[in-house]
């Protein structure tokens, strides 16, 4: 048996016993945690952790739930987008588990949080996870960096065979995020280093067609969000911009819509957008602070505040998430170890509600239902 088979069979029992041993984490949550909830990682090389938060009464959160992943994180930030994600229906949550190239699957039930499954990710270094109805993707960026694909079934993955693609270069690539289009129909793809947009068109068995290779409309794409239009927002870090692009229904090729719509600010990297389709946020990493960005119905954007929001003095400002109930919008603090809340009015305008201290360093992703 070679190494990659011992390794593989290695970790199916890993998962099996996981599964059979996991015991629902505590939760103090009348309302379960299907619902107005914060999702992150710790990223713990020491034993990578799922942690749940919930909002107190004046909007700040605390912490509600915490599981093991069985994995382990890489302690310190893993310059990506979806390192944690909920799926389409909220049943389940994905963890990336960098350092030991796994993924590991909870389910989400109104008493707690339940380990799933933990499986190899199909590769080295997951960093990004997306799903769409069932349809797994992970962004593995070790190695040559590739991306590959999983059925989840009652909260399994199982890998699918010929799943698996490259990305746009053998190495040197430095991806950021992977991720569904609205309709399912396409998984995109942002390479911070070469400045490109992959996208890959989902055949109905779940496996990728052609890559299609798109320069980026500015510098260093990372993090992405698609509107309820299916419009792709993307963020560029140096510039501090983000861009919007469209696909065409029949095929995985983007149309550059808005180039480079600069927001004044510092290294955007970040983007969450609200459910309505109507306002993109960026998180500013070099400023501290929130951008707010108006999306029209044809997706084309423009800034609507260069300073929507602030973290605090220096704190940094990575990922973002917003509610279901497009009200809140929460951001990763990174260098003060905290999760920002904020109100987002009718108008896209964010008003602070708190933060919850005490992340543990290098803590990854963000989700919110």
Request: aromatic fraction near 6%.
């Amino acid at each position: 048996m070679n190494f990659q088979s011992r390794r593989r069979v290695a970790f199916q029992i890993a998962a099996l016993v996981a599964a059979i041993t996991a015991l629902p984490a505590w939760a103090h949550d009348e309302d379960g945690l299907r619902a107005g909830k914060v999702f992150t990682s710790s990223n713990s090389p020491g034993g990578n952790e799922l942690l749940v938060f919930a909002p107190q009464a004046g909007g700040a959160l605390s912490l509600v739930a915490r599981a093991a992943t069985q994995g382990q994180g890489t302690g310190a930030g893993l310059g990506s987008q979806g390192a944690v994600t909920l799926s389409s229906d909220g049943r389940h949550a994905f963890v990336v588990n960098a350092l030991s190239h796994t993924v590991s699957t909870f389910a989400i039930r109104d008493g707690g949080i339940t380990l799933s499954s933990v499986v190899d990710s199909g590769g080295l270094q997951p960093i990004s996870v997306t799903e769409h109805e069932g349809l797994v993707y992970v962004l593995n960026a070790g190695g040559a960096g590739n991306v590959a694909g999983f059925r989840m079934q009652q909260g399994r993955l199982t890998l699918i065979a010929g799943s698996s693609r490259g990305l746009s270069a053998a190495s040197g690539t430095a991806p950021a995020q992977v991720g569904f289009g609205a309709d399912g129909d396409v998984i995109v793809v942002t390479e911070k280093a070469t400045n490109r947009i992959l996208s890959y068109p989902v055949r109905r068995d779940g496996t990728l067609g052609a890559m299609v290779v798109t320069a980026s409309s500015g510098a260093t794409p990372f993090g992405f969000a698609f509107d309820r239009r299916d419009h792709l927002i993307v963020s560029e870090a140096p510039g501090s911009a983000a861009s919007s692009y469209r696909f065409d229904e029949r095929s995985a090729v983007p149309t550059l819509i808005s180039a480079s719509v600069p927001n004044t600010q510092g290294a955007a990297c970040w983007v969450a957008v609200t459910p309505n389709g109507r306002y993109a946020y960026t998180g500013n990493a070099a400023t501290s602070n929130v951008s707010s960005y108006r999306i029209n119905r044809a997706g084309r954007i423009e800034l609507a505040s260069a300073v929507a929001g602030v973290t605090g003095p220096n704190a940094g400002t990575t990922d973002l998430a917003v509610s279901t109930d497009g009200r809140r919008l929460f951001a990763v603090a990174p260098r003060s170890l905290q999760i920002v809340a904020f109100r987002i009015g009718a108008d896209g305008s964010l008003a602070s509600l708190g933060a919850v201290s005490g992340l543990p360093a290098g803590f990854a992703g963000l989700a919110a239902n």
